[in-house]
């Protein structure tokens, strides 16, 4: 004897969760936060990923300061060195004018001579200081380059990141110029200065942004 079948149920079928929309509430989807993002031109270096230090690693596109930094730098710079070679001018006045002081006359001259060479020395390697400027938004890290004869490489962990600062004195903000300050946990700080005032404030929001993703992702 064979048992009655039973008529096909009509009810709908509850689907599979794993066949299931991607959301099932507002709630849930409120929950779930976009990735960053990273633009192509910035592929991980082996310095991003901690393992090892390099001076000038290859393969970095840096971004150079804006030109007219240089100009800003020179006007400061000729500045200090007025103060500085007045300063040093005083024994020579208060020594063979005003006879004051019984300074030896070589000892006066080489003061000034040794001050006014070396503000004319610093006066002249401006120009090439401020090519040796430059940063690089790295998947990881950002990077600042500095430095001649001394060249610095310095890698920031974006999740050390504290805060970002902008800054113009009263010359940079003339030539419309900003400097980008960045300040670590570690008490460690980098300056990028001689940016456009709209890089430099593109640049603290994009620091900003990335400092705080990659601190949650810790």
Not at 27 to 40: G, I, K
Not at 181 to 203: F, H, M, N, W, Y
Request: charged share 20%.
């Amino acid at each position: 004897m064979t048992e009655p079948q039973l008529p096909p149920s009509t009810e709908p079928a509850y689907p599979d969760s794993r066949d299931a929309a991607p959301w099932n509430s507002p709630c849930e989807a409120s929950l779930v936060t976009t990735p960053p993002t990273f633009a192509a031109t910035l592929p991980p270096l082996e310095l991003d990923g901690l393992k090892t230090a390099k001076i000038d690693p290859s393969g970095v596109d840096w971004k150079r300061v804006q030109p007219r930094y240089a100009k800003a730098r020179l006007i400061t710079g000729l500045i200090w060195a007025l103060i500085l070679v007045a300063l040093a001018a005083l024994p020579l006045i208060f020594t063979q004018i005003l006879h004051w002081w019984n300074w030896a006359p070589w000892v006066c001259w080489g003061i000034l001579g040794i001050v006014a060479a070396l503000e004319i020395w610093y006066l002249a390697i401006i120009q090439r200081q401020v090519r040796a400027l430059g940063y690089s938004e790295r998947q990881d890290h950002l990077l600042t380059c500095s430095g001649i004869m001394f060249h610095e490489v310095r890698a920031i962990p974006y999740g050390r990141i504290q805060y970002v600062d902008v800054k113009s004195g009263p010359i940079e903000s003339k030539l419309n110029l900003a400097s980008v300050e960045v300040k670590t946990a570690s008490s460690a700080s980098a300056t990028i200065p001689g940016l456009e005032k709209a890089d430099a404030q593109r640049l603290r929001e994009t620091l900003t942004e990335l400092s705080g993703a990659k601190m949650v992702g810790l």
